[in-house]
Each structure stands twice: as C-alpha cells, then as structure tokens.
C-alpha cells in the first residue's frame, strides 16, 4: 500500500511481489529481490520529488529575469546615490557611501531569487508527504489552477 495508498494492509500470497520499503504485519516469509538501490520503487519515488524541488516554475524564471534588472537598476541608483550626496550635496564621503550601501541593501533581489526555490521545495515535500508527486515545477504551479 506503499504506492497506492491504501490506508488497510494489502494481503500478499506465494508468489505475489512485495515492494520494498512496505511493512510485514504478520508472519515471516521469505523473498527475492529483482531490484536494488536506485532501481528500486523508492529510490524511483525519491528521484522524481529531487527532480521536481530542482525544477524551475514559470514564475521562479520570471524572477530570474526580474532580479537581473533590479540588480542593474539598483546599481544605477546606488551610484547616483553616491553622486548626489557626494559631488552636488557636498557631505562627507563616508556618509555619501553608507548611503549608497543602504540602496544596494534595500533593493538587493535576492529575496525574489530564494523565495521560489522555497516555495516550490515546500510545495513538491507537502505534496510527497500527501502521496502527491509533482513532475516539475511547473505542475505544481498548474496544481493552483485545479478545482477538485
């Protein structure tokens, strides 16, 4: 019931093929394995929700995108920055830089460039934990649209 979900034990008779990673509830029984390591059900399960957290949604490349121009923005900016306090203002250096630090700090994009991945590393883990495998990211931001 590992894969499928089924809440009450599945009985297994001689012969049957038995998953690994499920639980034996009673008895003792012997068997063969036909596959190991990263051929084994599991590891395939486990591969697809790695697959799926590394994917990039739509909206994570459109943060991308975006983040690559408030960076050249908020140079611009910073600069001027430096400019106005330095050259036409005329106040001390240091000031004219701590401001300038202040800009690249408050408009830095990283926060747009983590806040994705997080997202959808949460979003693919809940959806494994719920039996729900998400094939990229992508799905899982098609998932929002879904009426169920």
Do not use: H
């Amino acid at each position: 019931s590992m894969l499928t979900g089924e809440s009450m034990p599945v009985k297994k008779m001689v012969g049957d093929k038995v998953i690994g990673a499920t639980i034996n509830k009673s008895g003792s029984f012997r068997y063969r394995a036909t596959k190991v390591g990263a051929d084994t059900a599991l590891a395939q399960i486990v591969k697809l929700v790695q697959e799926a957290q590394n994917s990039k949604a739509p909206a994570q490349l459109l943060a991308d995108q975006a983040s690559q121009w408030l960076v050249v923005i908020a140079f611009l900016i910073g600069v001027a920055t430096f400019a106005v306090w330095y050259f036409v203002l005329g106040q001390p250096v240091l000031l004219a830089l701590t401001l300038t630090i202040t800009v690249f700090v408050i408009a830095c994009p990283d926060a747009l460039g983590l806040a994705t991945p997080m997202a959808v590393m949460v979003g693919t883990g809940l959806g494994a934990m719920n039996g729900i495998l998400f094939k990229n990211a992508a799905a899982l931001e098609d998932a929002t649209r879904l009426n169920v």
